[in-house]
């Protein structure tokens, strides 16, 4: 029998990519969606909330694991309304589906919750391990209400994991969708000073590592999902104009950065905070990265530009 896994909020970009790999390693996979349900193909998908505990709950019970990915876009406007939804699903997400492993007389053996390397904040040149304390802005806010309603799940009979993602390198949308689209349309110049750092990591590599986080027994707790080479915005939006084939581009003063934003509805902040995250546990349990230099990445996801 093909082992269960359950992707809550499997849906969005990092789901639909997630989805066929683990179906390419011989796993059944539910889809928890807000979409109608859909019976055909590989993937179930099956209709949920996100906020209360209906039938969905007989896809979790003997479920291998369940993956959550749910989360309101980050990417808008920091409203107090948005703001709040940002928080909202979340936690919301996460507090129903601790109920569901609770009502399970088989439970998953694997509850892993994606989270974001936002919490550490705005952290200038430091490397941040999973060990780094919190920063002290709204995104950290956020991740820290997030992993608090995680830590809070009572699930004695199942391992928990907790993924701390960094912007998610993948084709047709995600951390690319807008960059790729500034970048063709000559846009693509660094962000203020360009010296603040992202952390990346390919799908691919996501991938693997949620399986691993799967399959490994030794691995609990929380891990950045992170490659291990993070770049500054300089060198990323240099090597996405190279892999993309646009020439140079002026650089965006942060003024300037700050009205664009709001023009296209989202947060400056987004692109001026500074991240230098190390995946430290993942190299310490040995896992080995396909794509672990930013160049050979944006190659693979542009192999034809």
Same mark, same amino acid.
């Given at each position: 029998?093909?082992?269960?896994?359950?992707?809550?909020?499997?849906?969005?970009?990092?789901?639909?990519?997630?989805?066929?790999?683990?179906?390419?390693?011989?796993?059944?996979?539910?889809?928890?969606?807000?979409?109608?349900?859909?019976?055909?193909?590989?993937?179930?998908?099956?209709?949920?909330?996100?906020?209360?505990?209906?039938?969905?709950?007989?896809?979790?019970?003997?479920?291998?694991?369940?993956?959550?990915?749910?989360?309101?876009?980050?990417?808008?406007?920091?409203?107090?309304?948005?703001?709040?939804?940002?928080?909202?699903?979340?936690?919301?997400?996460?507090?129903?589906?601790?109920?569901?492993?609770?009502?399970?007389?088989?439970? $998953?053996?694997?509850?892993?919750?994606?989270?974001?390397?936002?919490?550490?904040?705005?952290?200038?040149?430091?490397?941040?391990?999973?060990?780094?304390? $919190?920063?002290?802005?709204?995104?950290?806010?956020?991740?820290?209400?997030?992993?608090?309603?995680?830590?809070?799940?009572?699930?004695?009979?199942?391992?928990?994991?907790? *993924?701390?993602?960094?912007?998610?390198?993948?084709?047709?949308?995600?951390?690319?969708?807008?960059?790729?689209?500034?970048?063709?349309?000559?846009?693509?110049?660094?962000?203020?000073?360009?010296?603040?750092?992202?952390?990346?990591?390919?799908?691919?590599?996501?991938?693997?590592?949620?399986?691993?986080?799967?399959?490994?027994?030794?691995?609990?707790?929380?891990?950045?999902?992170?490659? $291990?080479?993070?770049?500054?915005?300089?060198?990323?939006?240099?090597? *996405?104009?190279?892999? *993309?084939?646009?020439?140079?581009?002026? $650089?965006?003063?942060?003024?300037?950065?700050?009205?664009?934003?709001?023009?296209?509805?989202?947060?400056?902040?987004?692109?001026?905070?500074?991240?230098?995250?190390?995946?430290?546990?993942? *190299?310490?349990?040995?896992?080995?990265?396909?794509?672990?230099?930013?160049?050979?990445?944006?190659?693979?996801?542009?192999?034809?530009?």
């Amino acid at each position: 029998m093909k082992p269960r896994i359950v992707l809550a909020g499997g849906s969005g970009f990092v789901g639909q990519l997630l989805s066929p790999f683990l179906v390419s390693k011989n796993c059944e996979v539910i889809v928890l969606t807000r979409a109608e349900p859909d019976h055909g193909g590989a993937v179930r998908n099956v209709h949920w909330n996100g906020k209360t505990v209906a039938d969905w709950v007989e896809f979790v019970n003997g479920a291998y694991a369940m993956v959550n990915l749910t989360g309101r876009s980050i990417n808008c406007r920091h409203t107090p309304e948005n703001r709040r939804e940002i928080i909202d699903s979340r936690v919301d997400s996460v507090r129903v589906l601790g109920q569901a492993i609770g009502r399970c007389a088989q439970p $998953p053996q694997v509850f892993l919750q994606i989270a974001g390397v936002g919490i550490y904040g705005d952290k200038g040149e430091r490397i941040c391990d999973e060990t780094t304390a $919190p920063g002290d802005d709204f995104m950290t806010e956020v991740c820290q209400k997030w992993e608090a309603a995680f830590d809070s799940v009572d699930a004695p009979k199942t391992r928990k994991v907790l *993924l701390r993602l960094g912007g998610v390198l993948g084709p047709n949308g995600g951390f690319l969708g807008l960059l790729g689209r500034l970048t063709r349309w000559f846009l693509g110049g660094q962000v203020g000073s360009g010296r603040q750092y992202i952390s990346w990591i390919h799908v691919t590599d996501l991938s693997r590592m949620v399986l691993a986080s799967i399959e490994n027994q030794e691995l609990t707790g929380t891990l950045n999902a992170t490659s $291990p080479n993070p770049v500054t915005n300089a060198e990323f939006v240099r090597e *996405l104009r190279r892999a *993309l084939h646009r020439p140079w581009s002026p $650089p965006v003063p942060e003024f300037a950065a700050r009205i664009g934003s709001w023009l296209m509805g989202t947060e400056a902040s987004l692109a001026l905070v500074s991240q230098r995250c190390a995946p430290k546990r993942f *190299l310490e349990n040995g896992f080995n990265f396909e794509f672990p230099t930013l160049r050979p990445a944006l190659t693979n996801i542009f192999p034809s530009q």
